[in-house]
């Protein structure tokens, strides 16, 4: 509206303004022609603001530039929004192979109850361990493989560019996390997710080199360190979801697992040894401030040997079914919930994930609003 339009003008300064044509020629919505003569036509910031207005909106970008304005001055972002009592998004959501942008509005209420959430396009990023070769063979996850497979596509399709690592030390683990916590579009991602699948105990991930005797370990907390607002002051106010499958073998007493086909026996257990399914533990305490882990399991959690982890399995499928009207919570909320009512697993074999160390102050929707419209 023509009110909201006067008020950028009145009120954006001249820093703001610089970076916004900045990013605007970053984001290829400008070219350096146009930067230039918005810049050397207009001495003063408010005759520089309506020509960028101009521009932007002759060529039908004016939702963008309020969207890059959120990210350079959230104040006055604010105000505009609430003289028209909506705010305008920009997101995308992906289909296959393929990406849509939608454009749409909200409430004003209801959108700033949330964690703000920029254009998923091209910043968001993700770390991704998977330990599934240790140095004693007997360690080794069968399954894992599936684990890292099945993940690395979800964080893809939900935007994050995913840092993968394989087989790692609890030194180079922690390496890895130092050097996420580094990473140069953190300043631009409006959050991350860490999921980190191995073997592990109480409060600590085990590297590839584990043994009883000589621990590899890293702990818990270590993740939450690299990542708090004095190590990565790039991730303050942003969502951090973290994912642990940490699991440790253990005796099962006459387990069976039985598919809908009769007769037909997917996992097995002894009173030996177990067969294709693993038990994970882990339990942590609470700490940081914007926080939410997923956790495997309280008391006892599961992997197939072909299938991967129940864990990574239904957070997969939860997902990929509710993400587009769910917020974190709620999605987490529903893979626990996929646990209890699992009809294919037996009473021996069932768990509970745990959702651990919630710090969240808002909602965070991957795809806030209404995308199907």
């Excluded at 300064?13 to 044509?21: G, I």
């Amino acid at each position: 509206c023509a009110d909201k339009l006067m008020y950028f003008v009145e009120n954006v300064s001249e820093d703001v303004l610089d970076q916004l044509l900045d990013r605007l020629l970053w984001k290829k919505l400008l070219n350096s022609g146009e930067k230039d003569k918005i810049i050397k036509a207009n001495r003063t910031t408010t005759n520089k603001a309506r020509g960028l207005i101009d521009k932007v909106m002759n060529k039908g970008d004016e939702v963008r530039l309020i969207l890059h304005l959120q990210m350079k001055d959230l104040p006055l972002y604010k105000h505009l929004c609430q003289t028209c009592d909506c705010v305008i998004i920009l997101c995308c959501s992906c289909t296959g192979d393929s990406r849509i942008i939608h454009i749409f509005r909200c409430k004003f209420k209801e959108y700033f109850e949330n964690y703000l959430v920029l254009s998923v396009k091209t910043n968001r990023v993700a770390l991704l361990i998977t330990n599934i070769t240790f140095a004693d063979k007997k360690y080794n996850r069968p399954g894992a493989e599936k684990d890292e497979e099945n993940m690395e596509k979800l964080l893809s399709t939900l935007g994050y560019e995913v840092v993968k690592h394989t087989n790692l030390t609890a030194k180079k683990m922690e390496n890895a996390l130092d050097d996420f916590s580094k990473h140069p579009k953190l300043k631009e991602t409006d959050s991350v997710f860490v999921v980190i699948s191995s073997h592990g105990q109480y409060g600590a991930v085990h590297g590839v080199n584990h043994k009883p005797d000589e621990p590899d370990v890293l702990k818990v907390d270590d993740i939450y360190d690299n990542l708090n607002a004095k190590s990565c002051p790039a991730l303050v106010d942003k969502p951090k979801i973290i994912i642990i499958q940490a699991c440790r073998g253990i005796h099962i007493f006459g387990a069976i697992l039985i598919s809908e086909e009769k007769g037909s026996v997917l996992v097995e257990a002894d009173d030996v040894t177990i067969r294709e399914i693993k038990e994970d533990v882990s339990r942590y305490r609470h700490k940081e401030n914007d926080f939410i882990a997923l956790l495997s399991s309280t008391p006892h959690s599961y992997r197939h040997t072909s299938q991967g982890s129940f864990l990574i399995q239904f957070t997969v499928d939860i997902f990929r079914a509710n993400v587009l009207d769910d917020h974190i919570e709620d999605l987490f909320l529903k893979v626990m919930k996929k646990f209890k009512e699992e009809k294919e697993l037996p009473y021996q074999l069932r768990q509970m994930a745990t959702k651990d160390r919630c710090t969240l102050t808002h909602h965070f929707f991957l795809f806030p609003g209404d995308l199907k419209q």
